[in-house]
């Protein structure tokens, strides 16, 4: 596979096309964002432990019926992906309450509601990324009614698959942040952005430590130190 040129440059990674008009190349940079990129940090090494963590996530949930973009590791922080068109919208599944929504709706952090929550928010950082519903996301052109179930219905079978597969781990999945987007190869609706301790909050199950960005948002130390934790627990589980 040959790496093309640059056609995204984010923050925390960056995307490259390919000489398959339908892969792309996805690179974990070591940097680090926090409130809408308000907080920002390097951390050395980062940037391979997402890239890593990310693989192994997201290749669990395409084994397990849930497609995602990824394809396979090309690099140390490097990743090759299927391309996709973005639907601009974050799907947010709280299986215990934490951060921002602990504080927004009154409860303590790692609050147990009765049921997961799944949240949508518009992904437009000029607007801070505005919680949305359905009907804003329909009405804005974004997806259709048929494609906004459809999401939901796979965040929650992502949110199983990934529960039970930390879990063994010995990390509680807290919550997650997924994104989507159309391939381009079929039109297939697919989970389209890493699954990492950057977009997710993770929990070790015995100590209740946190081993996720959280350790960056409250200065917490041990940002990398935590990450390799996560991926060397869930590459023991693949050599098993
Ligand atoms: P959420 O509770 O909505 O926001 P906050 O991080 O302010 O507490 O976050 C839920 C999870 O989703 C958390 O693990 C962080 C992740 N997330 C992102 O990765 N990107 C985003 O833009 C948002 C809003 C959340």
Partial sequence: MI????IFDG???????????DKVIFRYKDVTVAYN?????????????????SAILLDNLNKNGVETHFVEVTGDREQLCRKIEIIPLEIIVHNRLAGSLAQRIGVEEGFR????????????????????????A???????????????KQALKANKILTSLLHKAGIELI???????????????????????????????????KLDKDRF????????????????????????
Avoid at 11 to 21: I, L, M, R
Avoid at 138 to 152: I, N
Avoid at 191 to 198: N, R, T, V, Y
């Fill in 3 to 6: 790496k093309g040129e640059i």
């Fill in 11 to 21: 923050n925390e990674k960056q995307v490259f096309a390919t000489d398959d008009p």
């Fill in 37 to 53: 990129n308000i907080k920002r940090a390097r951390f050395v090494g980062k940037g391979t432990l997402d890239n890593q963590i």
């Fill in 113 to 136: 509601g009765n049921n997961t929550i799944v949240e949508l928010r518009y992904n437009n950082d000029d607007l801070d990324d505005p919680f949305i519903n359905e009907d804003h």
């Fill in 138 to 152: 329909a009405a804005l052109g974004l997806a259709s009614y048929d494609e906004l179930k459809y999401m939901h």
């Fill in 175 to 209: 919550d997650m942040k997924l994104e989507f987007g159309r391939a381009s190869d079929n039109g297939a609706i697919i989970i389209s952005d890493e699954i990492s301790p950057d977009t997710c909050r993770m929990w070790d199950e015995a100590t209740g430590e």
């Fill in 217 to 240: 948002r409250y200065d917490l130390s041990d940002v990398v130190a935590s990450y390799r934790t996560v991926y060397e627990r869930l590459k023991q589980l693949e050599e098993k």
